[in-house]
């Protein structure tokens, strides 16, 4: 998002949507469990698969932020995850 700010100033950036992601496509129930993982937890998602016409598989294209800012992903999600958790705990003191 800093990125994204820093570039505010080009023309071909304003009203633009940006996509930032790794561009590998994974689902809620992998992030989901990734978080639950690397936060030790022992929760079980509950899935109840009432959703009609979801869509089951996508990913975010990173190409407009590649060609517009020249961004590219600077950690994994996993990386990102764990940074995520971490600033949470500190930030707020949560305890594992």
């Not at 496509?25 to 009432?50: A, F, Y």
């Not at 009609?52 to 990173?62: D, G, K």
């Not at 517009?68 to 949470?88: D, K, M």
Request: aromatic share 8%.
């Amino acid at each position: 998002m800093l990125c994204l700010a820093e570039h505010l100033s080009d023309q071909r950036c304003r009203g633009e949507a940006f996509n930032f992601s790794t561009e590998t496509p994974v689902t809620v129930l992998d992030v989901v469990q990734m978080v639950l993982r690397l936060m030790g937890s022992d929760l079980k998602p509950i899935i109840q698969d009432e959703a009609r016409h979801e869509i089951r598989a996508q990913y975010l294209s990173v190409a407009k932020a590649r060609e517009f800012l020249a961004w590219q992903p600077r950690f994994t999600l996993v990386e990102g995850l764990t940074r995520t958790i971490e600033w949470y705990e500190k930030s707020l003191a949560v305890a594992r």
